[in-house]
């Protein structure tokens, strides 16, 4: 719940979710907003958290990371803020590569015997927002550099690292024993690499698709 002004404050803006987490309403007053009914700045950050707890309970995974959608697979690079993705995700787009689902948070999910990523309304620096989806084909852990080349990773490594960029909402434990779990389960069946590249056309080369 936000509040405005001194406390106690004028509650304006309240998430409501039950006891599992599967449901609930996000409730916004806009006679309190000092622009009038305009969109509220923290109105993604709840949808986003409200999406985190839900995948959380085994579910599946919310990532940091740029998904490129190639003949129904999704080739995902991920990595912190300031890593390349939307640098990269410009890089496809100029060259015509692909369908790009997001530049910077993408959902994972298990479905069948596959991995399936999705895009989201949560694009970074560059416009990219699509609600297609794919087959998880390989996961590239960004690393900017002075020239493109490709480096395999072992699951063990990989699987810390895609750890580090998923969205961890912190709460309750047994969702971060799932999103361990997740990691763990992902890089073992999915194709992990570093990809150190410059932001040009030798960093699609670099990642061959």
Not at 39 to 54: G, I, N, Q, T
Not at 115 to 131: D, L
Not at 190 to 209: M, S
């Amino acid at each position: 719940m936000l509040r405005k002004g001194p406390p106690p404050g004028n509650p304006y803006h309240i998430l409501q979710l039950n006891n599992e987490l599967s449901s609930g309403s996000i409730v916004l007053d806009p006679s309190d907003l000092e622009d009038g009914p305009q969109p509220f700045l923290l109105r993604d950050p709840l949808h986003e958290l409200w999406v985190s707890f839900m995948l959380m309970r085994g579910l599946g995974l919310l990532v940091h990371g740029c998904g490129v959608k190639m003949d129904g697979k999704v080739h995902i690079f991920v990595g912190e803020s300031g890593a390349g993705k939307s640098t990269l995700a410009r890089v496809f787009d100029n060259l015509k590569v692909g369908h790009i689902l997001s530049d910077d948070r993408l959902i994972i999910r298990t479905e069948a015997d596959n991995y399936t990523v999705y895009g989201t309304p949560w694009h970074g620096e560059a416009p990219y927002a699509s609600p297609e989806s794919g087959q998880l084909a390989t996961i590239n852990f960004l690393h900017k550099a002075p020239k493109s080349a490709i480096e395999v990773m072992q699951p063990e490594s990989a699987a810390s690292a895609l750890f580090m960029v998923c969205f961890l909402a912190g709460w309750p434990r047994s969702g971060m024993d799932f999103i361990l779990k997740c990691c763990t389960e992902i890089v073992r069946r999915v194709p992990c690499r570093r990809l150190f590249f410059t932001p040009d056309q030798t960093a699609i080369e670099a990642a061959g698709i």
